[in-house]
């Protein structure tokens, strides 16, 4: 059901055009692989040239985790939708807006995709959208344990609003 949220997916996939369009390297992030692929389509209708990272197996899929990115890195690409496979051993300085789609709760996860964001390249202003649902129990739950991590980074006050 959360995948197939069409107002949700229409928030994210704006968002991530929006941002990609003034200029910014963009990723969308989600825990499911048919929402990257939903997503990335969004984004194309919307006018943005996203890339969708997923496992794939084959010698296309594993030269497709090298290019996107190098890609990203360059400057060639704005904007990509991924899995878990753009979290580890991934580093892209340039990479200036996460949006978090469909997150998990790990505070450990969220730190490593905030230390991602924050690596230092000139000129960037790092903004993370974490897309919250607080009508979705799921969604809510996944919710608290990020915003400890936050808390803990010092990004958001202990018992303030975000």
Known sequence: ALVADEKRNHLIAGIA???AQAGET??????HREHCRLLGRLCWELGAEAEVLIADPSKAGRER????????????RKLVIAT??????VSIDRL???VLALPAKAKGATEQRLG???RLFQGKKPKLYDVVDRHVDTLERRWTGR???YV???LVKPGGRT
């Open 17 to 19: 055009v929006r941002e």
């Open 152 to 154: 803990k980074l010092g």
């Open 96 to 98: 200036s807006r996460i």
């Open 65 to 76: 985790r090298v290019r996107i990115p190098d890609d990203l890195r360059s400057g060639k």
């Open 26 to 31: 963009v990723a969308v992030l989600s825990n």
């Open 84 to 89: 878990s496979l753009l979290d580890e051993g």
């Open 116 to 118: 991602r964001l924050m």
């Open 147 to 149: 915003r400890r991590a």
